[in-house]
């Protein structure tokens, strides 16, 4: 390009392009991105004071990531949903569905397990492509092609699986599920915490070097470029409670009984779609289509694919919800997955998506569903009904979602 | 006569870290037509939204008197009590009520909670036929184009019996005969004793219009002149400060060998079965030409341009393009930018933008395979690209993570124009780029096309002003009623000549 800065023409008075852009804007968005985490503090010391530090022990903190796993796998592929725009009803039924396939290879035609979960993720895919077809090619709002996906996927369950479940599950997908990482290397004493497993801890302080030099290298990458970067000891500051959080959630593991493999696995898919989302040409797009879909259709972009392909992916990720799940009841049940799709779009617009589309990350859905799953968890620690679990998440909904719209308000009366 | 109906003293309103007004006064005379001038960003529509108590009293600093008393609106149903109604650009009508529902919305004829539908339909007749409307009260205003749903609106200003009508470019959206009705009836509604103030860029029409035109520039009051003996020249200088000799940059033209060729084009309603928006339309562009596209709203222009634009817009869609001497088939946007074309849209917020994304995302949106290598984005390189066209366009905004949607109409169009300069198209095609941005930036944006030509690229300019095709163009095509009706080289070309192909073989419109 060899447009050169504009210096003829007639002098115009140099006018505030955009009002407020500056200041309280800034902060405001700020607050928005980071108050989720904020929030996920605030609500994990709150239960730890509550529960007396039982909410941090190590088993507790274990049984919160597999509680949870299926809801953050599920809650990943809504957030990309979300943000092109969309909502997906019909998880909880795809979960069901996927896990009484699952359960039918595995159990009944006594397929090897890896095989039969492939089979069950390409089922998954086929649901998906199934509903993103009616939304992308067809039409029609995602909100009633889900809504009849949810009945029909329930219904096929119970077809399948009439009144039963069907177990037990092979052992590998039990492990999956609910399984631990083996103590290859032993344990080591830890003081007074007590022994804890040295793969585990070295495990975490790979992941954690490794998140410190990505870190460092995006941010040295951005200053050649002379782009604006956080003040150095925010960013070290920023990097050493990341990094404090990690290591002290793998230490109370390594100390109870090693690293989940759901998590290890959630960790993966977490990296992996924040990746998608962030650097990849169709991530982008896809936050391209849920902006404005016509300016992505103007600009090239191939709306009604990348619609189609977020279905499938959402499928995919229901069958391995699904079959996670399935390992962890250790069978396929025909109510499997009820109400999951509530909990998936909670964890997404908790996690700071917008309603309208075109906003949202997966570490914010991420956080989302922690955020449900520590209530869930901190809340029967101390003994409190259900009807009281499910009032005060519909209420953190509800709060979470008020919160963004409020400071998009602010930010939007400086205009 | 010389009574002022509204008295604005030392108004002031700031927003964090910007004064939009500043001590403005301005007097409203009983019974005038009275505009408002001045630059996007120059406070109009913030002053307007002051008086009619959107940003209610407390909100401003400053006293408002309307009909000799002082005002303190807490909303906009305070000064819509009062007789001072706003029409704004964006119109507020629902597009699946009736024209009656929409006239008495808000303000239902009811009798304890039941609307009284004859007294609904009734009114509502008697209050099109004093705006000039033709319509049955019952159809809905979806059936209806842009010009009228605008008399809708000024029919439910005059049902909340309006003393003072606010309306924030009227005629933004409508074409030359719908304006020049609209004009008419607003000197009838002046006729009856209403008041009118009204916010224009199209100063010819301000000029033909107005009693008097009130100046702004950065959120101060400039002046108050009576329209008499007052030009469109005096009023930019005004509004910009300086006397404007030439409002186009001079620019040498290097025309080279032809490069995009369309023949024979046809192109279908997708909504309208049968209907034909353009008929046969054959163009010819050059490298380092700037072409104009002349025609009136409803034309064909965005028809045609979208058209060829990998079919982004119609059905039924014939003829031949036809690129450096070879055939195209141009199936998708996605095969027009691979072939060297762009088409930056005449409805910037609507098609143009995604209005909360920052700058950078903005500018990368049409080319960021460019940017990818195996599908994933270089970050820190876009980060580069969008703050050279920061720069080299003069984006006013403190960085490229800025968003979008703040910025002012000049500014989203650079944006615009950024990312379609940066998939390096051969062709370009500008829907209308100046439309609703200010005179400085239209200058800027001049510039930069003359810029794209002089690189080689060949320009189609559409535009509906033609004191801007005049100033701008190697050589203009007409287009009426969906047909080429001319091609006029610039030396040859005069408004009246230009504005007689533009109609030429049009049937009255309906």
Not at chain 1, 42 to 60: C, E, R, S
Not at chain 1, 186 to 202: K, R, T, Y
Not at chain 2, 386 to 391: E, G, S, V, Y
Request: proline share 4%; charged share 20%; with cysteine.
């Amino acid at each position: 390009m060899t447009i050169a800065p504009t210096d003829a023409g007639p002098a115009v008075d140099e006018q505030p392009a955009a009002p407020g852009s500056r200041g309280p804007f800034r902060f405001s968005i700020n607050l928005r991105q980071s108050g989720i985490y904020i929030a996920f503090a605030l609500i994990v010391l709150l239960f730890t004071v509550l529960t007396g530090g039982d909410m941090l022990a190590p088993q507790n903190i274990s049984n919160i990531i597999v509680q949870n796993s299926y809801i953050l796998i599920l809650a990943i592929g809504m957030i990309l949903v979300i943000i092109a725009g969309h909502i997906d009803l019909s998880v909880g039924s795809v979960v069901a569905v996927t896990g009484a396939v699952a359960g039918v290879l595995m159990v009944d035609h006594h397929m090897a397990w890896p095989l039969a979960l492939v089979i069950t993720l390409v089922v998954g895919g086929l649901i998906g492509a199934w509903q993103g077809y009616w939304v992308a090619y067809f039409g029609i709002p995602a909100f009633i092609v889900t809504l009849a996906g949810m009945l029909l996927f329930r219904a096929l369950t119970l077809t399948v699986l009439g009144n039963r479940g069907i177990g037990p599950f092979p052992d590998a997908v039990r492990t999956l599920s609910n399984g631990f990482t083996d103590g290859y290397l032993g344990n080591v004493g830890l003081g007074p915490l007590g022994g804890a497993d040295l793969v585990s801890l070295l495990i975490g302080v790979l992941a954690v070097a490794g998140f410190v030099v990505a870190q460092w290298r995006s941010r040295s990458a951005r200053l050649r470029y002379s782009q604006v970067v956080d003040p150095l000891p925010l960013f070290i500051g920023k990097i050493v409670v990341a990094a404090a959080v990690v290591m002290f959630v793998i230490v109370q593991l390594a100390r109870f009984r090693n690293l989940p493999w759901v998590l290890v696995l959630l960790a993966v898919l977490v990296l992996a779609y924040s990746l998608l989302t962030n650097r990849a040409v169709f991530g982008r797009q896809i936050y391209a289509v849920g902006g404005n879909v016509q300016a992505a259709t103007l600009s090239g972009v191939k709306v009604k694919s990348v619609v189609f392909w977020i279905f499938v992916n959402m499928g995919v990720l229901s069958a391995l919800a699904g079959v996670i799940f399935a390992g962890r009841l250790n069978q396929a049940n025909p109510t499997a997955g009820n109400q999951f799709e509530l909990d998936a779009i909670a964890a997404a617009f908790i996690g700071g998506a917008a309603v309208q589309g075109g906003v949202g990350k997966v570490i914010g859905a991420i956080t989302g569903g922690l955020i449900m799953g520590v209530i869930n968890n901190g809340m029967s620690l101390i003994g409190a009904q259900s009807e009281q679990v499910m009032l005060v998440k519909g209420a953190v909904l509800l709060a979470a979602v008020a919160f963004d719209v409020w400071t998009k308000r602010r930010a939007g009366a400086s205009r | 006569m010389t009574e002022a109906i509204l008295r604005m003293r030392g108004i002031s309103k700031s927003f964090p870290g910007v004064k939009a007004l500043e001590d403005v006064d301005i007097e409203v005379l009983r019974g005038e037509i009275h505009a408002i001038c001045g630059e996007n960003g120059a406070g109009k529509s913030t002053l307007m939204k002051v008086l009619s108590g959107v940003y209610p009293h407390g909100d401003y600093e400053g006293e408002i008197t309307f009909e000799g008393e002082p005002c303190r609106f807490a909303g906009i149903r305070d000064s819509e009590h009062r007789g001072i109604v706003i029409i704004h650009q964006e119109l507020a009508l629902v597009p699946n009520l009736s024209i009656a529902e929409n006239i008495f919305l808000g303000n239902e004829r009811a009798h304890r909670g039941m609307i009284d539908w004859n007294a609904t339909n009734a009114a509502a007749a008697e209050l099109l036929r004093r705006v000039g409307l033709h319509e049955n009260p019952v159809t809905p205003v979806i059936d209806l184009g842009v010009g009228k749903q605008q008399l809708v609106e000024i029919a439910k200003a005059l049902s909340k019996r309006v003393k003072l009508l606010i309306l924030d470019e009227p005629t933004a959206a409508l074409n030359d005969e719908d304006s020049a009705h609209l004009l008419d009836l607003l000197r009838g509604l002046r006729d009856e004793g209403i008041t009118c103030v009204i916010i224009s860029h199209k100063l010819n029409e301000v000029l033909a219009i107005a009693d008097r035109v009130t100046i702004l520039r950065d959120g101060k009051t400039i002046t108050t002149l009576p329209a008499e003996g007052l030009t469109e020249d005096k009023i930019i200088s005004g509004m910009v400060g300086r006397d404007l000799d030439h409002r186009f940059p001079p620019h040498e033209p290097k025309i080279g060998a032809e490069i995009l060729r369309i023949e024979d084009w046809t192109v279908h309603s997708p909504t309208q079965h049968g209907r034909v928006l353009v008929r046969g339309a054959n163009l010819m562009l050059r490298r380092g030409e700037i072409v104009g596209l002349a025609g009136l709203m409803g034309a064909g222009r965005t028809e045609l341009a979208m058209s060829v634009f990998g079919r982004a817009y119609g059905t039924g869609i014939s003829g031949r393009i036809i690129k450096d001497g070879q055939e195209i088939k141009l199936r998708s946007v996605q095969e027009a930018i691979r072939h060297g074309i762009a088409y930056a849209t005449e409805d910037r917020k609507r098609y143009g933008l995604n209005l909360i994304e920052d700058i950078k995302r903005n500018v990368s949106a049409a080319g960021l395979r460019k940017l990818a290598r195996r599908g994933w984005v270089d970050d820190n390189e876009e980060y580069r690209v969008a703050d050279h066209f920061r720069q080299s366009m003069n984006i006013k905004a403190p960085s490229v993570l800025s968003i979008t949607g703040k910025l002012s109409g000049g500014n989203q169009q650079k944006v615009v124009l950024s990312k379609w300069i940066f998939t390096d198209p051969d062709v370009l095609i500008l829907d209308e780029p100046t439309r609703g941005i200010d005179v400085g930036a239209k200058y800027e944006i001049y510039t930069i096309i003359n810029r794209l030509a002089d690189e080689g690229k060949a320009v189609l300019f559409i535009s509906s002003e033609l004191p801007e095709l005049l100033g701008l163009c190697d050589r203009i095509y007409t287009l009426s009623a969906g047909r080429i009706t001319g091609e006029v080289p610039r030396a040859e070309a005069t408004q009246e000549g230009l504005m007689t192909l533009m109609t030429a073989g049009q049937e009255v419109p309906r």
